[in-house]
């Protein structure tokens, strides 16, 4: 049976969502990433890309070739809430959808016809709800396999839908650069270019036995497969995720005790919003933290029960990053991170008897019905064991604060 | 110094004391028995800082010491000595020579003057508790502590000793279960209110130091951050946990109705069984009651290993409908410390607390137990 995977990109998603909330800026050149000396650009609108702006580029540069660009930090938890919507959408058609992050995800359409009509119909209609529903822009490959699928996509950028059918793969394939292949590097690409070797039609003219001599068996053999578009992984659907985390490199190293507990917090929430929305308890809480002198430590803490609590979390992280703090010697603080292992479905939730759940569900209520900050845990230095939740709760109109770098888009 | 002594006492002692033995760290003399005459003979005493344990050994002594030995060489040479009545141990140059019918040993020691000095209670004691009594608290509460490796913060993992009112309660729990365990106490000063917090394993080390002692009584001095317990010939303190437990008899439910009277022993047996059914990530089981029948229906399912069901008699209706989920592992651990041989499990709601105590005729060991259990829900 031939499989059905499609693939769906949001068009330039944090730039997208700006615009979508302040159509201001709709048609403007939006860049949204890290806006402290060594910040990048997270994502550029295609406006800013015709001024030569792309991700992964230091900010500075982005100013000056777009100078009169409108430079936003990025709003992580609007976006993810946006990301949930987008997800529920494409769960009405398979349940093995696979976000690969906030604006990728892949959907396995094989054998839902039944259900919901054949994939190219399901494709359409996914490409013009999303636009519709969620009003933002995107892109949807749908293909017999994922790499192909992702292949299409990208080929339809911005605003398309494609489509490879199993006797098409050929013929579109040949043409590619042998970068466009997922899993192909710039050092393999120089490689097989050294040896002649541009395109993927070029690729699958060598065999497999030279590959393998080449690039060993392992790489080699993907590589022949690569050519000839084979891709067996499956779509795991993110409830079988091994882990969850969420990293934020600082724009400038952080010595204030205060400001790096506050980031540890926003990205604790971070992290506890996935793992709501994948509707996961954890038992393993890891904060991951890179000093000054680029020295990287992680620790972590196995809990007595997996857990979705807030509260519990956040003390978990707390406790960690005090114990990686003993050794700071006077170090700032250019990376953390936040980890959730030990995940299980939330088919149960073991309660606790001095973190109430009802507050926990009352933040991830507001969050989920008025956006992100709607309701924020009013949180300060220590707070006595018996309340693992802080204990005031404030009302804020505003989203989380800009605690948040440039990360991968 | 020579110290001749029985057999016996001399195993007795290291094996007391060597309860204390500091492990791998950098001060070497914490994995030292440090051996000193005193008015019964002499004194074996070993610390690893956080507590120090001291045990009298009757000998005959002459000459003052002290002499520190390495603590593991002769806590596994004592325990395989010949089986003569008497060890004879001469301190020479250095060494300590251990001879025992016809095994003699001369043993390397450990500078003396290094040896951490262990504090010793001054002034009148706190109070004195029935050892048994205390053993049995201990028992039935350090269990539910937090483990060290589940949190940095150490206030959960200690056992919370409350003294007030001519009593002493022991509480402990990891955030989802509470043991609570009141003592009758003797002498403590009227008007005393006291707490200290004391790490879970370092009680558990104590309850088996204090086991194999021959005393009535276990008697409590309280000084500046540590806690010092006396019992026969033995002598154990400890560091107290500086941290703020939680308040926790806020969190013990006063009015839960309904009542389930089961007998112990089955509902335990029937939890081992239905256990193994539960789920790994939960190790949930259910119980279903209505209000008129006198049965509990105790039963787990998990998707990749089947289902087990078991009726489990109650003593009386219950008089309400009820179905809640507890993990199985946490019923157990306390119904297993227990030895009346009816319980009483007092429910509110699927998603209340519930609480587990002795009932009917109440065994001794299990007067003043009470545990706090939180449900588990299903989604």
Redesign the interface.
Known sequence: MTRWILHLDMDAFFASVEQLDNPQLAGKPVIVGGLGPRGVVATASYEARTFGVHSAMPMAKARRLCPHGVFLAPRFERYQQLSARIHSLVSQYSPLVEPVSLDEVFVDLTGTERLHGPPEQVAREIHSRIPEEVGLPCSVGLAPNKLLAKLASNAAKPGGLRVIRPEEVAGFLTPLPVEALWGIGPKTARKLASRGIYTVGDLQGVEASLLVSWFGPKLGEHLWRLARGLDDSPVVPLREAKSLSQELTLPEDVYRLEEIQAHLRGLTRQVWGRLRQAGLLARVVRVKLRWSDFSTHTRQLKLPEPTDHLGLLLEAARQLLARLLATREGRGVRLLGVGLAGLTPASFRPLHLFAPEEIDQLVWGAQAKYGPGALQLGEQGPHPPESPLPKRLQPSTKGEENHTGPAPN | MQIVCRREDLVFGVRITSHALGGKTSMPILGGIRIQKNPHGVELAATDLERAIRCQVPAQVEGEGPVVCHGQVLAQLVTRLPAVDQVTLTETDGKVRLQCGEAVFDLLTLAAEEFPEPETPSGDPLCEIPLASFLQGITQTAFAA??A?????L??TGVDMVFRDGTLKLAA??????AIKRLAVDGLPAGYEGTFLVDAQILNDLARVLAPVEAANVVIYEQEGRLHFSAGPVLFSTRLVQ?????FE??VPRDNEIGLFLPREEFLEALRRVEITA?E??G?VFLKVKGAETAVEVSSASRDKGEGHERVRLAKAPGQDIEI?F?AEYLIDALKRMESSQVALWLSAP?R?GLLEPAGDIAPGDEGFIY?C??????
């Open positions: 937090l483990r490796t589940e949190t940095t913060r206030a959960l729990t990891n955030g989802y279960r509470l941290e703020q437990f939680p308040d806020r969190v789920t990530e939960s949930a989920s993990k998603d607390a706090v939180m449900p588990i829900r299903l989604i």
